[in-house]
């Protein structure tokens, strides 16, 4: 587990993680999931953290989603819900955190990835990046509320549908047009160097209001209540379509989908 989240706390209290499995485009593993909630946990409790800066190691991947080979044994509805609401909490953890969080992106930002990005609060990348939730093209799956909620309220409803309906990945200037990064820089190592010297500004601010901020936004995402979407997941999951859509990944062939 240690090779694959790397974790140290720099100078100024700017904690530094990294998703390190770059031959994998630093796909999500369950326990890479749980060491990330864990870790927002205890940055959100310590007053000696001021900013958390995520990135990806190698360049090429920010994170690409779940680890497919997660899916092998996926069969019923339960199956379906837990997975769900195992990464509601991570995604829940990030959001909680009452620490600021930067994403420096480099590379696909895909599916989870994509997920634990929306988290953050500032999202810079770099002219490799690419943006997408390709699951009506890959598993054939589905988003559980929160998260169309959490990306509902990031880049609006017309962005989130594209992304899902059309599954093509959305370029570093796509995504700073609708406002999913702040920054597009050359290369992986000026968004490095970019993030830390965002996260030493910010190091520097005042934290009850950096804070504030972040508890008031979050806010104003749950007024709007929650809505069910439980039969939606267990359609998805459940269906024959997602079983061919995790074999057909895992043998690198194309899907066949029915609809059924």
């Known amino acids: 587990m240690s090779d694959e989240i790397l974790h140290k706390v720099r100078e100024g209290g700017i904690a530094w993680t990294t998703f390190n499995r770059p031959q994998a485009r630093n796909a999500m593993l369950f326990s890479m999931y749980q060491r990330i909630q864990e870790l927002a946990d205890e940055i959100s409790n310590d007053p000696n953290i001021r900013v958390w800066v995520l990135t990806g190691a190698g360049g090429k991947a920010f994170a690409s989603g779940t680890d497919i080979s997660q899916f092998r044994e996926f069969k019923t509805a ?6 769900e609401a195992r ?11 009452n620490t600021p969080i930067i994403a420096a992106i480099a590379g696909a930002c895909t599916g ?9 609060d500032v999202r810079i990348c770099d002219t490799s990046a690419r943006f997408g939730l390709p699951i009506a093209k890959t598993l054939g799956n589905i988003l559980n509320m929160n998260n169309f909620a959490r990306f509902y309220a990031l880049v609006g409803p ?17 995504a700073k047009h609708i ?14 160097a970019r993030a830390m010297e ?7 601010l005042a934290p009850l209001t950096l804070k504030a901020t972040k508890i008031a ?29 995790v074999s ?6 194309a899907p066949q989908f029915q609809g059924k």
Do not use: W
Request: proline share 1%; net charge negative; hydrophobic share 45%.
């Open 78 to 83: 339960e199956d379906a819900l837990a997975y």
């Open 87 to 97: 990464i509601d909490k991570v995604l829940g953890a990030l959001e909680n955190c």
């Open 112 to 120: 989870g990835g994509l997920g634990i990005a929306g988290c953050c």
């Open 158 to 174: 017309a962005a989130i549908a594209e992304m899902i309906m059309t599954s093509r990945l959305f370029s570093s200037a796509e």
């Open 179 to 192: 406002g999913l990064v702040s920054e597009v820089l050359d290369t992986p190592d000026a968004v490095a």
């Open 198 to 204: 965002l996260a030493t500004t910010m190091s520097t």
């Open 217 to 245: 936004l979050r806010r104003l995402r749950h007024a709007v209540g929650e809505v069910e979407g439980d039969d939606l997941v267990t359609m998805c999951f459940t269906s024959a379509d997602f079983q061919e859509g």
């Open 248 to 253: 057909a990944f895992l043998n690198k062939r």
